[in-house]
T-cell receptor
Framework: DGGITQSPKYLFRKEGQNVTLSCEQN?????MYWYRQDPGQGLRLIYY???????QKGDIAEGYSVSREKKESFPLTVTSAQKNPTAFYLC???????????FGPGTRLTVT | KNEVEQSPQNLTAQEGEFITINCSYS?????LHWLQQHPGGGIVSLFM???GKKKHGRLIATINIQEKHSSLHITASHPRDSAVYIC???????????FGKGTHLIIQP
C-alpha cells in the first residue's frame, strides 16, 4: 500500500524548542517537498529535494532545516528561529522535480 | 513571480448543480495542477495539465494557455464534493509550484 505518511497529525511545543516533523514515502519518488499552509493563504514552499543528499530552499526557508539522507525520508526541523511556527505543514513527493505531486495528510503544529 | 488568482473564493450550491471554479495566472507556465483539500487537511491531486482538457469521472479540467486561464468543472455535484479546490502553477520563473488561495465549495443536499 504505497503512500506518504506524516507524523504526528497534531504537535504541540513550547516557544524556543526545536521540533522535527516526519515525512516518509514508499512510492520510490526522487523528489520531496515541504509546504506550509496558513489560514487564508496559498501553500508556500519551504524546502524541496530532487534527489538524495541534495535539497534547495523554497520561498520561506528561514527558520527551517531539512535533511535527505534516505530516498524515503525528508524530515523538517522547525527551529526556534522561526518567528511564526504555528501552521499546517504538508509534505509531498513526486517522481521527478515538479512532476505531479502526491501529498501526505499533514501535521498541524501549535507553538505556544 | 506568478500571481495565481482563483474565483470564486467561496461557493455554495445545491446537489446536482454544475460547478465551475476558475484560475488565472499572470506569467506563462509549463503545467497547472488542480488539487482537492478535505476538511481534515489532506490534499489529493486531481489533475495536472499543460494544454487542452482532461476528464476524470464527474470532474473536468480545461486550460487555455494563451489566455492564462484554467477551469475546473464538476458535473452532477454531490455533498461529498464539498472541499477546498486549489489551483497551482509550475513555471514562470519560480522554484516549484505557486498556489492559489483556494475555492471553498459547499454542496448542500
Amino acid at each position: 500500500d504505497g503512500g506518504i505518511t506524516q507524523s504526528p497529525k497534531y504537535l504541540f511545543r513550547k516557544e524556543g524548542q526545536n521540533v522535527t516533523l516526519s515525512c516518509e514515502q514508499n512510492l520510490n519518488h526522487d523528489a520531496m517537498y515541504w509546504y506550509r499552509q496558513d489560514p487564508g493563504q496559498g501553500l508556500r514552499l519551504i524546502y524541496y529535494s530532487q534527489i538524495v543528499n541534495d535539497f534547495q530552499k523554497g520561498d520561506i526557508a528561514e527558520g527551517y532545516s531539512v535533511s535527505r539522507e534516505k530516498k524515503e525520508s525528508f524530515p523538517l526541523t522547525v527551529t526556534s528561529a522561526q518567528k511564526n511556527p504555528t501552521a499546517f505543514y504538508l509534505c509531498a513527493s513526486g517522481r521527478q522535480a515538479f512532476d505531479e505531486q502526491y501529498f501526505g495528510p499533514g501535521t498541524r503544529l501549535t507553538v505556544t | 513571480k506568478n500571481e495565481v488568482e482563483q474565483s470564486p473564493q467561496n461557493l455554495t450550491a445545491q446537489e446536482g448543480e454544475f460547478i465551475t471554479i476558475n484560475c488565472s495566472y499572470s506569467v506563462g507556465i509549463s503545467a497547472l495542477h488542480w488539487l482537492q483539500q478535505h476538511p481534515g487537511g489532506g490534499i489529493v491531486s486531481l489533475f495536472m495539465l499543460s494544454s487542452g482538457k482532461k476528464k476524470h469521472g464527474r470532474l473536468i479540467a480545461t486550460i487555455n494557455i494563451q489566455e492564462k486561464h484554467s477551469s475546473l468543472h464538476i458535473t452532477a455535484s454531490h455533498p461529498r464534493d464539498s472541499a477546498v479546490y486549489i489551483c497551482a502553477v509550475l513555471g514562470g520563473g519560480a522554484d516549484g509550484l505557486t498556489f492559489g488561495k483556494g475555492t471553498h465549495l459547499i454542496i448542500q443536499p
